[in-house]
């Protein structure tokens, strides 16, 4: 399994496995613990597995979680996923930056993203299923949403939105994001 830092986001690393196929499919090993602790990650810190599905167009995002944060292993098990993550960490060199992905079940690559950054991504086949390994448990109290098309963000979405859960459909803006937190420190 190749392992890349990603450079836009300090901290963040694109697993990249190699599937091996033959006329009945393929196999691939979506989790190494070799692989993982090889840039010193826990292997042993995620708590909760999750899986999503999602239609051609359905956007989710931009999500992330206060206090302590929440770091995630982030992969499309199957279909295509336009994946966006944005470094919102104000001590970190790659501070606002942002990173996108092309996720697929052609490559299983799984993105590892860092507590403190914000990640989102859209569906772009008639079904994606993104799968999620988490480090903390579920706690909606720390739920926080930036709305996916805030200017200062200018992320390029390849489709129109088909979709947005009402939590997206009316999260605040970036800057509004950032001065709650402020004020909260």
Known sequence: MKVT?????????????????????????????????????????????????????????????????????????????????VDLRPASP????????????????TLYIPAGCAHGFQALTETADTSYRIDRAHDPAEDVTIAFDDPDLAIPWPLPPALLSVRDQKAPSLAEVLKHVQEES
């Open 94 to 109: 790659t501070y606002l930056r942002t990173a996108l992905f092309d996720l697929s079940d052609a490559t299983q690559r």
């Open 5 to 85: 830092e990603v450079p836009e986001i300090t901290g963040a690393y694109l697993f990249e496995p190699t599937p091996h196929t033959d006329e009945r499919g393929f196999f691939c090993r979506t989790f190494d613990v070799e692989a993982v602790r090889s840039v010193g990650l826990d292997p042993y810190a995620f708590v909760q597995d999750s899986v999503s599905r999602s239609a051609r167009g359905v956007l989710r995002g931009m999500h992330l979680r206060s206090g302590a944060g929440e770091a995630k292993l982030v992969r499309c098990s199957y279909g295509r996923i336009f994946d966006v993550v």
